[in-house]
T-cell receptor
Framework: DARVTQTPRHKVTEMGQEVTMRCQPILGHNTVFWYRQTMMQGLELLAYFRNRAPLDDSGMPKDRFSAEMPDATLATLKIQPSEPRDSAVYFC?????????????FGDGTRLSIL | QKEVEQNSGPLSVPEGAIASLNCTYSDRGSQSFFWYRQYSGKSPELIMFIYSNGDKEDGRFTAQLNKASQYVSLLIRDSQPSDSATYLCAVKWGGNQFYFGTGTSLTVIP
């Protein structure tokens, strides 16, 4: 059963440190999404890619966040420097052929705590 | 500003009853509609999607779409305690982006 794989599953670090989260989309999927979920804000879209090209990252704080897809099997989300307000669950999702009614498939998430 | 709105609940129903979850959206250009279930501490998982007006049934789940009223709902028949979760409505507009509601928390009481 194909799955989106995210690493690490949990991350605890101190304020000011760099955090890198990784995502392996389902093989063959051509779109990748990064979300942040908190109790207060719910699920927020940070960035998404189609065929490895960034299409929209307007939901992402540009001064500290960056998202890349160095190849079709890897997407990364970096926070530098991290702040306590970045504590959240970060989900990656991938999908196929967004011109049709294909859904997104979510990874298990990275639970990030910034002390 | 595109919006997807859900009643946050919590919604409580007795076991065996029908649970009704509702979602409204702001943009008439919306194309596809998805319901995800999210258990506490887990990732969202797809339950159903619908893109045509009317009803779509899958087992105990029925999705209903009314584009004129900009309204999509999810009915869960014969609710079970295992259905207790947060249900997220997602709407896809033209292009590639999804917009999620904040979710409705459902509790099925044994």
């Amino acid at each position: 059963d194909a799955r989106v794989t995210q690493t690490p599953r949990h991350k605890v670090t101190e304020m000011g440190q760099e955090v890198t989260m990784r995502c392996q989309p389902i093989l063959g999927h051509n779109t990748v999404f990064w979300y942040r979920q908190t109790m207060m804000q719910g699920l927020e879209l940070l960035a998404y890619f189609r065929n490895r090209a960034p299409l929209d990252d307007s939901g992402m704080p540009k001064d500290r966040f960056s998202a890349e897809m160095p190849d079709a099997t890897l997407a990364t989300l970096k926070i530098q420097p991290s702040e306590p307000r970045d504590s959240a669950v970060y989900f990656c999702a991938s999908g196929l052929n967004w011109d049709t009614n294909q859904p997104q498939h979510f990874g298990d998430g990275t639970r990030l705590s910034i002390l | 500003q595109k919006e997807v709105e859900q009643n946050s609940g919590p919604l409580s129903v007795p076991e065996g009853a029908i649970a009704s979850l509702n979602c409204t959206y702001s943009d008439r250009g919306s194309q596809s509609f998805f319901w995800y279930r999210q258990y506490s501490g887990k990732s969202p998982e797809l339950i159903m999607f619908i893109y045509s007006n009317g009803d779509k049934e899958d087992g105990r789940f029925t999705a209903q779409l009314n584009k004129a009223s900009q309204y999509v709902s999810l009915l869960i028949r014969d609710s079970q305690p295992s259905d207790s979760a947060t249900y997220l409505c997602a709407v896809k507009w033209g292009g590639n982006q999804f917009y999620f509601g904040t979710g409705t928390s459902l509790t099925v009481i044994p």
